[in-house]
């Protein structure tokens, strides 16, 4: 059995999250992308992301 992991992505410029995302979806990681420091803490106070790479 395979423990599913949360990954924030975080980048001003959306083709960087966009290609990250598809990159790690085709691992099976479960992905969110948002595009500044706001959205990302709020986000991050939400869904309690595993990893976050900004």
């Given at each position: 059995?395979?423990v599913?992991?949360?990954?924030l992505?975080?980048?001003?410029?959306?083709?960087?999250?966009?290609?990250t995302?598809?990159?790690?979806?085709l691992?099976?990681?479960?992905?969110?992308?948002?595009?500044?420091?706001?959205d990302?803490?709020?986000?991050?106070?939400?869904?309690?992301?595993?990893?976050?790479?900004?």
């Open positions: 059995m395979s599913e992991k949360k990954i992505i975080v980048d001003d410029e959306e083709d960087i999250t966009n290609l995302e598809k990159f790690l979806q691992e099976n990681y479960d992905t969110i992308t948002c595009n500044n420091g706001f990302a803490l709020s986000i991050m106070e939400e869904k309690h992301e595993d990893i976050a790479l900004v």
